[in-house]
């Protein structure tokens, strides 16, 4: 089963449309518009099961969310850890904070099963489930659903199952 946050944080019903800036780049190799199509297409599939909408912006001070790759301490007290441990990492409702650890193997954009490179992490499944994070879900009992709290390396897991659905529909 899906679970919240202690409290059940969620964004307020009067913000339905939620801006998100993709900020903190330069640690990372992957392009910026293969950065945006990946997030595109992971807000895509919460949006599909709510009514809530995103939009990126370009601009941070107009976003609701921002996202960026960091390595090692990056001033927020949860210093990044190097290769693998922990991947990425997302605030509650309504912090908006979306970080990635710079130093992942991260694949977009192309089959992470194919990849040669061991340790390599899908970015769009690891966005699918921090954006969960983001809108207010913690983890589910459900190994199938996106919101379980482990992924294999070298697979690929990004469509919401039944249990995400139920747990994001009672949210909103
Ligand atoms: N990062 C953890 C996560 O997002 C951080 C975390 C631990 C956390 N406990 C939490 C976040 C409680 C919110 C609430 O779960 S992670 C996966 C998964 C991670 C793990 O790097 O371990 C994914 C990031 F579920 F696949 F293992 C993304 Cl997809
Ligand atoms: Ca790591
Ligand atoms: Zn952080
Ligand atoms: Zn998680």
Redesign the pocket.
Known sequence: LYAY?PGEPTWPPFRRDLRYAITATSETSIDRSTLSDVFARAFSRWAAATNLRFAETASESDADITIGFYAGSHGDGEPFDGPLG?????F?PTDGRFHL?AAEAWVAGSDVSRSSTTGAVDLE??AV??IG?LLGL??SSVPDAIM????RTGTRKVELEADDVQGIQSLY
């Open positions: 946050f922990t991947l990425a990492h997302a509650s650890d499944s690891v489930h921090e994070h913690g983890h379980y709290p482990t992924i």
